[in-house]
């Protein structure tokens, strides 16, 4: 069997022989920008139920209508590892998320510094990019996005079981590629704080934590977005899940 090549991410329930309508943005996606027609197939994923093979029943104007055919994947076990970041402006915002979500966070959560610009995220736009995300990247689930929080306070409820690793651009902290040879967590977190990075009081706070690691990437200081993305890559290489296989089996 070849897999269609269209993946849709569902908050429907899935399971075989059900009947699922979509409406709005996914309908608007089938029907008119890829054109489908009934007797067409696209797989739609959830959380909670896996990755299904979905036979299209009827379209309509607004709603397409589909059955539930066969489970091509169960339910994945989230990766242990949340990515916290200081919000940023316009679209560079909307690549930590969809990064964030290709590279397999299972957790995003926006922290307010004091340096921080940006103390809003639009939450249904960041689920989107999420989704969006998920679907290109052959992921069947997507990360929970948490709503904003100051750095106190989500420091002060930060689990002591998790490692967390952030960027420090003061130099105090040691290479990250020292980190990852020396560290093996069961789970992790990464933050990278705001244009500008973390005030003094701000690293006072984070260095008291003892199960809290700062780390310097390099001689050049990174953009906010560039930071995010090289704290996760190089923890993943070392701790996540980079020695399995591409998932990739489209058309």
């Known amino acids: 069997m070849i897999k269609p090549r269209h993946r849709l991410a569902t908050d429907a329930a899935l399971k075989s022989g059900a009947l699922v309508t979509l409406n709005d943005a996914p309908a608007h996606y089938l029907a008119n920008v890829l054109r ?67 590279l397999g966070a299972s957790l995003l959560q926006p922290i307010i510094t004091q340096r921080t610009i940006v103390d809003k995220v639009n939450a249904e736009r960041a689920d989107s990019t999420a989704r969006e995300a998920a679907e290109q990247c052959e992921r069947i689930d997507w990360p929970e996005i948490r709503e904003p929080l100051k750095l106190a306070n989500w420091l002060g409820n930060f689990p002591k079981d998790m490692l967390l690793v952030y960027g420090d651009e003061t130099g105090e902290g040691e290479p990250i590629t020292a980190l990852i040879q020396k560290e093996k967590p069961g789970q992790w977190c990464i933050l990278a704080g705001p244009e500008g990075g973390f005030t003094p009081e701000e690293l006072a706070m984070l260095r008291h934590m003892g199960n809290a690691r700062a780390v310097s990437l390099g001689p050049r200081i990174l953009r906010a977005d560039t930071a995010v993305i090289t704290l996760a890559a190089v923890t993943l290489s070392a701790w996540g899940d980079w020695q399995h296989k591409p998932r990739f089996a489209g058309g």
Do not use: C, H, N, Y
């Open 36 to 102: 489908l027609k009934a007797g067409d197939r696209v797989v739609l994923f959830s959380r909670d139920a896996g990755e299904w093979l979905v036979d299209i029943t009827e379209v309509k104007k607004k709603s397409v209508m589909l059955q539930v055919g066969q489970q091509l994947r169960i339910p994945a076990d989230p990766l242990p590892f949340w990515v916290a970041f200081a919000p940023i402006k316009g679209g560079r915002l909307e690549t930590i998320i969809e990064k964030a979500t290709e």
